[in-house]
């Protein structure tokens, strides 16, 4: 594989996992805390957050294709690549906890972008309506806060993992 085509798809790789990892942290560091405490005054404000997950929704989902893509890529370039479920060296199984780390990832995205946020669209709909249950809709957000905490955890242990594959 030449130079160039590995470099690019390093590149997107790394756009990729900012765009998804990135994300993830600064929902939960930053916009979180400061909605919250907008949304605890002003219900309408639950529209806010519907729109920000719909659109980083979409980006993860981007994000996913062409981390897939170019990490094939790059593991089919690695030297010490020695093909399909073969854990023969300590970078394939440095590599296969990575893509476990990335399993547990895609579960809980798939959990929130199927269930929770349809279920939280809807309470936010009944709420700005004033026809909602506050209980419902604060259980829907603690389950999107845990969910997306967890998917925070498994980004930085996918980080470690390719930070100590890389080191091999």
Sequence with gaps: ?????????????????????????????????????????????????????KRFFSLTNFSLAVLIVTGLVQMTADPNYDGVLQFDNEWSKVILLKHIAIFGMLICGIALQFWVAPALERASMLAERSKGDPAEWEKLRRNEVRLTWVNVILGMLVLGFTAWATAI
């Design 1 to 53: 594989m030449s130079q160039s085509l590995l470099a690019l798809s390093y590149f997107f790789h790394l756009i990729a996992t900012v765009v998804w990892i990135g994300g993830l942290v600064t929902m939960v560091i930053l916009v979180w805390p400061e909605t919250r405490r907008l949304l605890d005054a002003n219900p309408a404000l639950h529209g806010l957050l519907t729109r920000i997950r």
